[in-house]
C-alpha cells in the first residue's frame, strides 16, 4: 500500500480495502500484500486500525487452514527474525553477544525470563501492530 493522504479516515480506508473474513487464498494473498505494504512506512491512526484489523483477519485465515499448533519459542524467534529481515547482531542488545544469539537460535540455550521480556519489548517497540509477551519466548 502506497502511504495514504492523512486526511482518509478509518471509513475511507474500510472503503477502499472492503476488509472481510478471508475465505480464499486469493483474498489471503490480497490481505498480505496489503498489511505488507503498511509494514514500510509510518501509518496514521486510521491506517493503523486497518492495519489491526486486517492482520487479525489473516490470523484467523491461517489458525484454519495452515494450523501448527503449539509453536515453540524458538521458532517464533527464528519467524520473526526472518520477517524482519534480522540478523544475529540485531538482537546483540537483548542477548548480549551475537554467539548468544546464535545458540539461542540453533536451540542450544534456553531464552531466560529477563531476555522473554526484552525480546518482546524489542519486537513491540521496533514493528508497530505486534503485541509480543514474554510468553512467546520463554521455553
Known amino acids: 500500500m502506497t502511504p495514504t493522504s492523512s486526511q482518509q479516515t478509518y471509513t475511507d480506508l474500510l472503503i477502499q480495502y472492503q476488509p472481510k473474513?478471508?475465505?480464499?487464498?486469493?483474498?489471503?494473498?490480497?490481505a498480505l500484500?496489503?498489511?505488507?505494504?503498511?509494514?514500510?512506512?509510518?501509518?496514521t491512526e486510521a491506517e493503523t486500525a486497518l492495519f489491526e484489523l486486517l492482520v487479525l483477519l489473516i490470523e484467523n485465515y491461517e489458525s484454519r487452514h495452515y494450523s501448527m499448533g503449539e509453536s515453540k519459542p524458538v521458532a517464533?524467534?527464528?519467524?520473526l527474525m526472518h520477517e524482519f529481515d534480522l540478523k544475529p547482531t540485531s538482537l546483540v542488545g537483548v542477548f548480549g553477544t551475537v554467539e548468544i544469539v546464535r545458540e539461542v537460535v540453533n536451540g542450544q540455550r534456553k531464552v531466560s525470563q529477563s531476555q522473554a521480556e526484552s525480546l518482546a519489548k524489542f519486537f513491540n517497540d521496533h514493528y508497530s501492530g505486534l503485541s509480543l509477551t514474554a510468553l512467546d519466548f520463554e521455553q
Open 76 to 79: 517464533t524467534l527464528e519467524s
Open 33 to 43: 500484500t496489503a498489511v505488507e505494504g503498511m509494514m514500510s512506512g509510518e501509518l
Open 21 to 30: 473474513p478471508i475465505k480464499t487464498e486469493q483474498e489471503y494473498n490480497r
